[in-house]
């Protein structure tokens, strides 16, 4: 279904091989999943992203259950599928409970709806939320 | 600027009034935003929002801050200039440090950045995200 | 605001002129509004996109109101506050009531809703949807 | 495909098998859609979602028939597969002709040209069309 | 999968068929695609849109590889496989090399994910970029 | 405008100013524009966000002039007034003639109208597409 194929192990540049070797130290598995294998093509973007996905998503002021949960928010109003789908995965292994996701679920829906009913009444922003 | 006029205290029907009553209540602060304003138009439109609002942006499995920095990625993911203002006010009202509004931020740019690789490369779902 | 200057009816081309006076006699009032006047800097791309938006826009299986509806519907998913602000008021010219206001205001937040929904949990299609 | 397996009706608990009596008398099919039974995960969602949809689907200023029509344009707008699928199956259902769906079709593509053009120009907003 | 089966060529109606000829002419090429055999189902439709298209995607100041590139940037931003997937062929075929696709990759991330922190922040257009 | 206060010269951290030390010496101006001094808050981000764009928007295979197009039609697509005005601004410096504007538009408008036909009638990507 892709615009390219998905490279595996043998298929890939020493580039791309030395941030798989580093995908798999991180999350302590050998599975690198179908994005990595797509953006493989490419080693410089490939290289790029990693690294600025490890700094975004490490524990910080955020923890990493939450930043995950807004990842899936994120692309669930992007229609992002694949996105929706991995990082669904990665907030359930980071702990998500079903009355996580149900209320996440619950906050992404009324947040679409009130945007959308914002934006049809085009509705003018208080003084008072502006910096 | 809004497709319909702000409707002030004076003008509002009993029933939207006593909407606006329940506001000034729950959020304990005379002062109610123009959203309501304009949905006011519409009595039952801003029963059932507010009625909905509270109840998924209550305290439960997720504390009402992740709540807030959820809609606020949802809203920009939408575009709505208004639901941006309105809920980043919220979530610094409910204790969102500038460090944690940084991470928010740069979390809402990384995954709007893959979302639009991923689509561009139509990568195929893992069979592991699959439930 | 805009990225091009509008152009007042002296700075038309003879093309683009052209055009204005088939807005103004179908629409039976001297008034242009601005869209036109940013487009009109591009002549063919004017006169493109009224020979177009007067055909699709014309009675026909659906009628006007119904078709403004829609189009204000779109113009509010995809964020466009010109065009929500153009359509919603041509929607009213065309004999929206307030009470068709606040149903279509319902409809646009409940698909968003549940559009976001939807999308999060990636629901398959039923095979009773599929043509 | 879904980030949650498709509840039968077995698998439901006593809350969400209310709602799905409910679904099944209002619409007077025993047939209940892939959406219900993946919200049936979290009843208070399911429950909250099915309440709201019925009243606002309802008929009112508006006709349903309408109301379906306003459905999947914002769904297509927002790409959201399922949505589109499930409403144009029920707009078609409740007497949507070739004949409108093709109007339905060609308005929704110029809104979204036009919202795509306008907000590339950054056109100013008309003072004639602010309430 | 699609709201509309397909139509074969046996299926068309003449004017449908006329189009479907002047594609063929167009492309030197036997084969039609997906889109325009679903559009076929409303010739009014499909002769508007192909029309259209001829003339957009012709070459003049921009070169037809820098057009086809802009069609793949904007699909992906709007999230249409279909169109990704149409317009990714036809950039290659025009001449987009890997080095190229994996630019046009990056700029489109870049630009997502600026857009979305922008957006979140939302920052106040400098007058030095107002025509 | 912003949910934070631009930053003066005079408010930067030591960080911040080295990213604006180097914005002025590679743009060969003094005029750093609003984006930079609200992302300024967090210089972290600041240094991330700048080091990539420049990476990206780079000559390469494409040249800097498409690059800046294809940043244009994403943020239209996406919404982004901000990134829209300083996007066409940067295009114009690079060259980008009336001509080639007009064609930018009419390709952006088109892809979105076909895009959103394409969705909403749910076209099944042809094999030939695929990688």
């Known amino acids: 279904m892709g615009t390219v194929p998905l490279l595996s192990d043998d298929d890939l540049s020493p580039e791309a091989r030395a941030v798989f070797?580093?995908?798999?130290a991180t999350r302590q598995t050998d599975y690198v999943n179908n994005f990595w294998r797509a953006l493989a093509?490419?080693?410089?973007l490939l290289r790029a992203t990693w690294?600025?996905?490890k700094v975004?998503?490490?524990p910080g002021a955020l923890d990493p259950l939450v930043k995950e949960m807004l990842y899936v928010a994120v692309?669930?109003?992007?229609?992002?599928?694949?996105?929706?789908?991995?990082?669904?995965?990665?907030?359930r292994a980071k702990g998500m409970s079903d009355e996580m996701y149900g209320e996440l679920l619950a906050v992404v829906g009324m947040a679409a709806q009130t945007n959308a009913v914002v934006t049809a009444l085009q509705v003018e922003v208080d003084d008072a939320f502006v910096a």
Not at 21 to 24: A, L, S, V
Not at 41 to 44: I, T
Not at 75 to 80: K, V
């Open 21 to 24: 070797d580093e995908i798999r």
């Open 41 to 44: 093509h490419d080693p410089a």
């Open 51 to 53: 690294d600025r996905l």
């Open 56 to 58: 975004v998503m490490a």
């Open 75 to 91: 692309s669930a109003a992007n229609g992002c599928s694949y996105c929706v789908h991995s990082h669904t995965a990665s907030a």
